[in-house]
């Protein structure tokens, strides 16, 4: 049974800064892609970023872009996003996703669709005061 366990969300200011982590247990995901989402009160999922430990390729929404990076730690079986520059629009549940299959691909779309992701995390609260 794979679990991802997302901590580090909090309150902070406009122009603050949070770094998000997302801990894997059951399996080993270091070849996996992993995402992270979010979602605010009466919106859809949104994607925000994604990383293919297939080829190291990294992907983010436009609106993260320059602000947030996601990276991972393989020995820990973490990925992490840290994010710098926030914006009061940034406040949501932030959730990690995992594949349960490593991908070969290079494609936006793909790595951005929530339907590809196999298993999800509870979700950490990000609160950006303005």
């Known amino acids: 049974q794979v679990q991802l366990v997302e901590s580090g969300g909090g309150l902070v200011q406009a122009g603050g800064s949070l770094r998000l982590s997302c801990a894997a247990s059951?399996?080993?995901?270091?070849?996996?892609?992993m995402a992270w989402f979010r979602q605010a009160p009466g919106k859809e999922r949104e994607f925000v970023a994604a990383?293919?430990?297939?080829?190291?390729?990294?992907y983010y929404v436009d609106s993260v872009k320059g602000r947030f990076t996601i990276s991972r730690d393989n020995a820990k079986n973490t990925v992490y996003l840290q994010m710098d520059s926030l914006k009061p629009e940034d406040t949501a549940v932030y959730l990690c996703?995992?594949?349960?299959?490593?991908?070969?691909?290079?494609?936006?779309?793909?790595?951005?669709?929530?339907?590809?992701?196999?298993?999800w995390g509870q979700g950490t609260q990000v609160t950006v005061s303005s």
């Open positions: 990383d293919n430990a297939q080829d190291g390729r990294t």
């Open positions: 996703a995992a594949d349960r299959d490593p991908w070969n691909g290079d494609n936006y779309a793909y790595a951005s669709a929530p339907g590809k992701y196999d298993y």
């Open positions: 059951g399996r080993t995901l270091s070849g996996n892609l």
